[in-house]
T-cell receptor, first 114, second 114 residues
């Protein structure tokens, strides 16, 4: 078990560009979460998948944001037409239903929009 | 709406001291509470998870307590070491049949002085 992995670890992009992040959860985990964290704050929930179904989306997730988990394994988070306010750490977590639902986090992707 | 508060925002103590970090939440209808550690620019490492039916959990030099009725949790760190320097975040999860998202405090930044 290699834990939750995220790619890339860092991304610098110009305003207006599109970016896509990938998260690979722990292999047997059926639940996957995306959070966003800005400096000095706790993470904020963005969205949640159970298997391939996206069951919850935060109001923070504007129309420019889209997330997928096509085969119930890895997930992608895409941000279109990035804005400077999108600069943050994007964290992915996974958990297993039927247990304590303890969430295990990846190292995060730090996005800087210039 | 659940709100989680952590006080103080920052704490600096000499090596070897025992210390307590505080976490309070406004809605006592929680399923569990987790304490996490975050090193600068890194992801989150789960330290302890307390179910709503439990009063405390221990792992090595760490002890977390939960008083659901008063909406409080504490993380006790014994014999602090410079390697304990990090930001500590607490997060609560709502009812079991909720969307499983975690609601986070902003964290306490801990510095252990050698």
């Amino acid at each position: 078990d290699t834990g939750v992995s995220q790619d890339p670890r860092h991304k610098i992009t110009k305003r207006g560009q599109n970016v896509t992040f990938r998260c690979d959860p722990i292999s047997e985990h059926n639940r996957l979460y995306w959070y966003r964290q800005t400096l000095g704050q706790g993470p904020e929930f963005l969205t949640y998948f159970q298997n391939e179904a996206q069951l919850e989306k935060s109001r923070l997730l504007s129309d420019r944001f889209s997330a997928e988990r096509p085969k119930g394994s890895f997930s992608t988070l895409e941000i279109q037409r990035t804005e400077q306010g999108d600069s943050a750490m994007y964290l992915c977590a996974s958990s297993l239903s039927g247990s304590l639902n303890e969430q295990y986090f990846g190292p995060g992707t730090r996005l800087t929009v210039t | 709406k659940q709100e989680v508060t952590q006080i103080p925002a920052a704490l600096s103590v000499p090596e070897g001291e025992n210390l307590v970090l505080n976490c309070s939440f406004t809605d006592s209808a929680i399923y569990n509470l987790q304490w996490f550690r975050q090193d600068p620019g890194k992801g989150l490492t789960s330290l302890l998870l307390i179910q709503s039916s439990q009063r405390e959990q221990t792992s090595g030099r760490l002890n977390a307590s939960l008083d659901k009725s008063s909406g409080r949790s504490t993380l006790y760190i014994a014999a602090s070491q410079p390697g304990d320097s990090a930001t500590y975040l607490c997060a609560v999860r709502g009812r079991e049949d909720s969307n499983y998202q975690l609601i986070w405090g902003a964290g306490t930044k801990l510095i252990i002085k050698p």
